[in-house]
């Protein structure tokens, strides 16, 4: 179920940062929005995603909203699956800096 709403959803990511809009940042911010609320509807399904079906380039977008899905859903398991994530593509990590946006997330999980 993710797998098919997400396409739409990093493809208006992809154009927001390759076009640019004159609504740049609002366009930004309502993309934020829908992934996040995408992705903490059902934890358990986002973590499913995550272990099979993203691949690097959703991986890397998706980091943007690592910190916000992570302190609404309160999930170790979202955390794990990231951290799984960023091993199996340690270019992107790398190359994004993606390792800083795990820690922000992990930061924001309450004991």
């Given at each position: 179920m993710i797998k098919e709403k997400i396409i739409p959803i990093i493809e208006e990511r992809e154009h927001l940062w390759i076009e640019g809009q004159d609504e740049w940042e609002e366009g930004i911010d309502q993309n934020h929005k829908k992934l996040i609320a995408l992705f903490t509807e059902d934890i358990n399904q986002s973590v499913e995603f995550l272990d099979n079906d993203c691949t690097a380039d959703q991986f890397s977008w998706l980091s943007e909203v690592f910190d916000d899905i992570a302190k609404i859903s309160q999930s170790p398991a979202f955390i794990d699956a990231i951290k799984r994530l960023a091993e199996k593509y340690p270019?992107?990590?790398?190359?994004?800096?993606?390792?800083?946006?795990?820690?922000?997330?992990?930061g924001v999980i309450e004991d």
């Amino acid at each position: 179920m993710i797998k098919e709403k997400i396409i739409p959803i990093i493809e208006e990511r992809e154009h927001l940062w390759i076009e640019g809009q004159d609504e740049w940042e609002e366009g930004i911010d309502q993309n934020h929005k829908k992934l996040i609320a995408l992705f903490t509807e059902d934890i358990n399904q986002s973590v499913e995603f995550l272990d099979n079906d993203c691949t690097a380039d959703q991986f890397s977008w998706l980091s943007e909203v690592f910190d916000d899905i992570a302190k609404i859903s309160q999930s170790p398991a979202f955390i794990d699956a990231i951290k799984r994530l960023a091993e199996k593509y340690p270019e992107e990590t790398e190359k994004y800096n993606i390792w800083s946006f795990i820690e922000s997330a992990e930061g924001v999980i309450e004991d």
